[in-house]
């Protein structure tokens, strides 16, 4: 465990009681999930300048085959009584997706074949990890 997950539960609380934003809670706990699979977080909420969608997390896997870029979308509910939280990762919501990851792969000078898309599906505390949620550019 991490010597300093104490103090960032703490932290959360504190934002969270200001604040009172769910889907920071979730985007907090995705971001500390990746991080201990062991992928780097690049960026966070990142918007192209031009607009036309957010990517909650980006992230690369670093592999014996060479490096991917990991875009993430985070989709947090309190309860499944409405239905799954990924249900709501619909197919405008990819399209959105992936105009915001070709202008990322575009301005960072990335290989787009070297791209997945995942999906982190948080209901309460349980937290599912859907890779290749769908197809990449």
């Not at 932290?11 to 009172?20: E, I, P, Q, S, V």
Request: include cysteine; hydrophobic fraction near 40%.
């Amino acid at each position: 465990m991490n010597p300093l997950a104490p103090l960032y539960r703490l932290a959360d609380r504190l934002r969270y009681r200001r604040h009172g934003d769910a889907g920071k809670r979730g985007e907090d706990l995705a971001h500390r999930y990746v991080r201990g699979l062991g992928l780097l977080v690049v960026a966070r909420n990142w918007r192209p300048p031009q607009g036309g969608g957010e990517i909650d997390l980006i992230a690369c896997e670093t592999s014996a085959s060479g490096d991917t870029l990991v875009f993430i979308e985070v989709k947090f509910r309190t309860s499944d009584e409405w239905g799954t939280p990924e249900r709501n990762v619909d197919d405008e919501k990819r399209i959105a997706l992936r105009r915001a990851a070709r202008d990322y792969v575009r301005r960072a000078r990335a290989d787009p074949g070297r791209v997945r898309f995942d999906v982190i599906a948080i209901t309460g505390s349980a937290i599912e990890h859907l890779r290749d949620a769908f197809p990449a550019l």
